[in-house]
């Protein structure tokens, strides 16, 4: 049964920073691992998508990694701004999407 | 973009009342729509995977009978909440593929239910 954790559940930084946030997951028989961001009470936004294939996307200031073998992902975050304050959720695709239960970011100014 | 909507986007009603959710892809035809659960400070749990014109495949431990859903069309798929009780009050959030083989799901809006 899969599995995805996420680390660390909340994270609390300054405008600018770098920062990485961390999802494993326990089968590595995954289709893809998917990065979305999730504003209070809202749905969700994909960020991005990384095929099984693929070790890594990029999307502007957003950058994901895929290590299969070790059932890791990271989703990178350069000069993280107030606006990128959200929830992130990672999910691994198997016949079904399987989320973790995401970090909770906030970037003051 | 793809975009999924949902409505109604809140809905409060009393507990042994029925509630409806609807969740339409607005600008493709979704071949596959997904219902997730979503309770405050967890993550989303898929409820069930619904196929146009056949019956939809429900998770472990989610009642078919509880919560019913049907997608009857390319773009509309509903979920019933039958007799609604306080525990299930939650945020419902579908999702909507295409015809692609492993094609991104694109996520609504979600519905926030409470159940008094």
């Known amino acids: 049964k899969q599995e995805v954790t996420q680390i660390p559940a909340a994270l609390s930084v300054p405008e600018g920073e770098n920062l990485v946030l961390n999802c494993s997951f326990t089968?590595?028989?995954?289709?893809?691992l998917q990065w979305f961001r999730q504003d209070p009470g809202k749905g969700l936004t994909s960020l991005l998508l990384?095929?099984?294939?693929?070790r890594e996307q990029t999307s502007g200031r957003l950058n994901a990694s895929l290590d299969k073998s070790s059932g890791r992902s990271t989703l990178y975050i350069a000069a993280s701004q107030p606006g990128d304050s959200a929830t992130y959720l990672c999910?691994?695709?198997?016949?079904?999407?399987?989320f973790g239960t995401g970090t909770r970011l906030q970037v003051f100014p | 973009g793809a975009v999924v909507s949902q409505h109604p986007s809140w809905v409060i009603c009393k507990s042994g009342t029925s509630v409806k959710i609807e969740c339409r892809s607005l600008?493709?035809?979704?071949?596959?729509m997904f219902w997730y659960r979503q309770f405050p400070k967890q993550s989303l749990m898929l409820m069930a995977t619904?196929?146009?014109?056949?019956?939809?495949?429900?998770e472990q431990g989610v009642e078919k009978d509880k919560f019913l859903i049907n997608h009857a069309s390319l773009t509309l798929s509903t979920l019933t909440v039958t007799s609604a009780h306080p525990e299930d009050s939650s945020f419902y959030i579908c999702?909507?593929?295409?015809?692609?083989?492993?094609?991104?799901?694109?996520f609504g809006p979600g519905t926030r239910l409470l159940v008094l």
């Open positions: 999702s909507a593929s295409g015809l692609a083989e492993q094609e991104t799901q694109y």
């Open positions: 089968d590595s028989a995954i289709y893809n």
């Open positions: 990384i095929q099984s294939s693929q």
């Open positions: 999910a691994a695709d198997t016949d079904k999407l399987i």
């Open positions: 600008d493709f035809q979704a071949t596959t």
């Open positions: 619904s196929n146009e014109g056949s019956k939809a495949t429900y």
